[in-house]
């Protein structure tokens, strides 16, 4: 069992939907991290939690630490937001490294 | 702010030969730099911790003498696959740290990453 498990794996949407992905974990970490990588490879961060809530535009993402489960949410979804979307966790201890998710694979239709 | 440069972008190179590359913190020092790689349709591996004028740690299965890393200064890492072999071939993509603590320091900030094809 991976350490940090998203879902769903892939998400077909169409414009304008609301969309829910999912990330649980299963270790101690210090942070909660969402990422965005598009099909250039290139990847972009788009929150770093560690409580509550956090929200930037039309995404939001919350983190419950109790429960050690984060959701990362896109209101209004567009084609751009196309891309594969990773929930990563910063490990306790001086080097911080991330543990990543598989992605969940987001494609939102016309 | 916060941005990191990957160079090059892409390079395709022969068996046996070796590439160099660079990571760099454009606009923060960064004590840590991260180095991860990424073959198709799975997700990133840490394959080893860059701390500034020190060795790097290589994450178990990573061989330390086929990659291998430098970190001379707070702005720059370098990895070096050494006699690529083709299934070398793969994504690779560096992050940085900022060295302030307090809550930026669990941030880490990507660069574009290096897609390398070993033929």
């Known amino acids: 069992k991976n350490e940090v498990e998203q879902s769903p794996q892939n998400l077909t949407a169409q414009e304008g939907e609301f969309i829910t992905i999912n990330c649980s974990y299963s270790?101690?970490?210090?942070?909660l991290h969402w990422l965005q990588q598009h099909p250039g490879g290139g990847i972009v961060s788009l929150f770093m939690?560690?409580?509550g809530k956090k929200k930037h535009g039309r995404l939001i993402a919350t983190i419950n630490i109790q429960e050690k489960h984060s959701s990362l949410h896109i209101t209004a979804s567009h084609p751009r937001d196309s891309a594969v979307y990773i929930c990563?966790?910063?490990?306790?201890?001086?080097?911080?490294?991330?543990?990543f998710g598989k992605g969940t694979k987001l494609s939102v239709k016309p | 702010g916060a941005v990191v440069s990957q160079h090059p972008s892409w390079v395709i190179c022969k068996s046996g030969t070796s590439v160099k590359i660079e990571c760099r913190s454009l606009d923060f020092q960064a004590t840590t730099m991260f180095w991860y790689r990424q073959f198709p349709k799975q997700s990133l591996m840490l394959m080893a911790t860059?701390?500034?004028?020190?060795?790097?740690?290589?994450e178990q299965g990573v061989e330390k003498d086929k990659f291998l890393i430098n970190h001379a200064s707070l702005t720059l890492s370098t990895l070096t696959v050494t006699s690529a072999h083709p299934e070398d071939s793969s994504f690779y993509i560096c992050?940085?740290?900022?060295?302030?603590?307090?809550?930026?320091?669990?941030?880490?900030?990507f660069g574009p990453g290096t897609r390398l094809t070993v033929l």
């Open positions: 939690l560690s409580s």
């Open positions: 992050s940085a740290r900022d060295w302030l603590g307090g809550s930026s320091y669990n941030e880490q900030f």
């Open positions: 990563a966790g910063t490990t306790r201890g001086s080097q911080g490294n991330l543990i």
């Open positions: 860059s701390n500034e004028g020190s060795k790097a740690t290589y």
């Open positions: 270790v101690g970490i210090s942070a």
